[in-house]
């Protein structure tokens, strides 16, 4: 029985091997060698540079995180006292209305109370023209009692006070 043949692998050259007991690599790839002192020089001068600019990237990027936090939280502080601003603006305005309300009402009520005013002088001044004709016919009446009461005393004989 035969296998199946993989045509990927098929259409694929095989790498070369090497081989560890050689010493030399295969053709086609290069052996590791040292580097040079100047080669490490230029690569531990470059890795402090690298170091010193993510310092300074790192450095740069908390500023920049610490001041969009800043930013955000004076924008939401900011935010917050507007809209208690606004509230108490509302409120300030509730109160402005029931205020006018109450004038209203007071206005109203002081206006009632001129009309009774006006009401109760006018009750007043009927009152008074009614006692004095009623004081007056009362006057009428005891003198003329009392001036009946004299003619019967003079009639009886009855001596006068005072006289």
């Known amino acids: 029985m035969t296998s199946p043949v993989e045509t990927t692998a098929a259409m694929t050259p095989q790498a070369e091997q090497h081989d560890p007991a050689d010493g030399a690599p295969a053709s086609g790839t290069t052996a590791l060698t040292e580097p040079s002192p100047e080669a490490v020089a230029d690569v531990s001068s470059d890795a402090g540079e690298q170091a010193t600019k993510r310092r300074e990237l790192s450095q740069n990027a908390v500023i920049g995180l610490f001041g969009g936090l800043v930013t955000v939280l004076l924008g939401a502080l900011i935010g917050l006292m507007m809209w208690q601003f606004d509230s108490l603006s509302d409120r300030i305005d509730g109160q402005n209305d029931r205020i006018n309300s109450l004038g209203a009402r007071i206005d109203w009520l002081g206006a009632r109370i001129d009309s009774l005013g006006t009401e109760l002088r006018a ?7 009614e006692m004095r004709a009623g004081f007056a016919e009362i006057n009428a ?3 003329d009692h009392t001036d009946r009461l004299a003619r019967l005393e003079t009639a009886a004989g009855l001596p006068r006070p005072g006289g």
């Open 123 to 129: 009750e007043m001044d009927d009152l008074e023209t």
């Open 141 to 143: 009446v005891l003198l």
